[in-house]
T-cell receptor
Framework: GAGVSQSPRYKVAKRGQDVALRCDPI?????LFWYQQALGQGPEFLTY????????KSGLPSDRFFAERPEGSVSTLKIQRTQQEDSAVYLC??????????????FGPGTRLLVL | AQTVTQSQPEMSVQEAETVTLSCTYD???????LFWYKQPPSRQMILVIR??????QNATENRFSVNFQKAAKSFSLKISDSQLGDAAMYFC?????????????FGKGTHLIIQP
């Protein structure tokens, strides 16, 4: 398919475990975003990559969260020592610079993380 | 920091009728972009419509149109001839016009129910 894909779609973790969430952006998309969506809420921005460079990580809630995109394509969001408050849907989006600078973000289906 | 407010947690409309979803935002910037995204139960976020703040003309995409009131910082979405497939969560989102890509700021969403 040509869309953004994420894996796994569902993840159950015990409190304290580390998890890794994967995002495959649309081929050729320069920009990649991670969002966290708690139940009944809108998505909240976590971090942004342009190619392999992480240009903004202001939304990461703690130092247990980090993201990487080493080759400028696939990205991984890692959460160490998971806590119950980390339970949420994690959305990935990608975009390509537009002529007018308005870049439409295309979203993946998300990974639903449940921490017990 | 910018904020986006959707004051209607849930709206219901009869099939084939028109419904308007409200969105207000707060920003000190003069140039920015506004979006409406649809999130069906499958959870993949889909762009419905977007508006550049510097454009006075309201954006329209088939049955979807916006009423953009810049002075009032209001950005409502009108759905005409509602269809069962329009049932979803609708999120209003804001993006700064700064150079490069930036994360979106979302509202909490409006759950739209279509009554057959």
């Amino acid at each position: 398919g040509a869309g953004v894909s994420q894996s796994p779609r569902y993840k159950v973790a015990k409190r304290g475990q580390d998890v890794a969430l994967r995002c495959d952006p649309i081929s050729g998309h320069v920009s990649l975003f991670w969002y966290q969506q708690a139940l009944g809420q809108g998505p909240e921005f976590l971090t942004y990559f342009q190619n392999e460079a992480q240009l903004d990580k202001s939304g990461l809630p703690s130092d247990r969260f980090f993201a990487e995109r080493p080759e400028g394509s696939v990205s991984t969001l890692k959460i160490q020592r998971t806590q119950q408050e980390d339970s949420a849907v994690y959305l990935c989006a990608s975009s390509f610079p537009g002529v007018a600078g308005v870049e439409t973000q295309y979203f993946g289906p998300g990974t639903r993380l449940l921490v017990l | 920091a910018q904020t986006v407010t959707q004051s209607q947690p849930e709206m219901s409309v009869q099939e084939a009728e028109t419904v308007t979803l409200s969105c207000t935002y707060d920003t000190s910037e003069s140039d920015y972009y506004l979006f409406w995204y649809k999130q069906p139960p499958s959870r993949q976020m889909i762009l419905v419509i977007r508006q550049e703040a510097y454009k006075q003309q309201n954006a329209t995409e088939n049955r979807f149109s916006v009423n953009f009131q810049k002075a009032a910082k209001s950005f409502s979405l009108k759905i005409s001839d509602s269809q069962l497939g329009d049932a979803a969560m609708y999120f209003c989102a804001y993006r700064t016009s700064g150079g490069g890509a930036d994360g979106l700021t979302f509202g909490k969403g409006t759950h739209l129910i279509i009554q057959p």
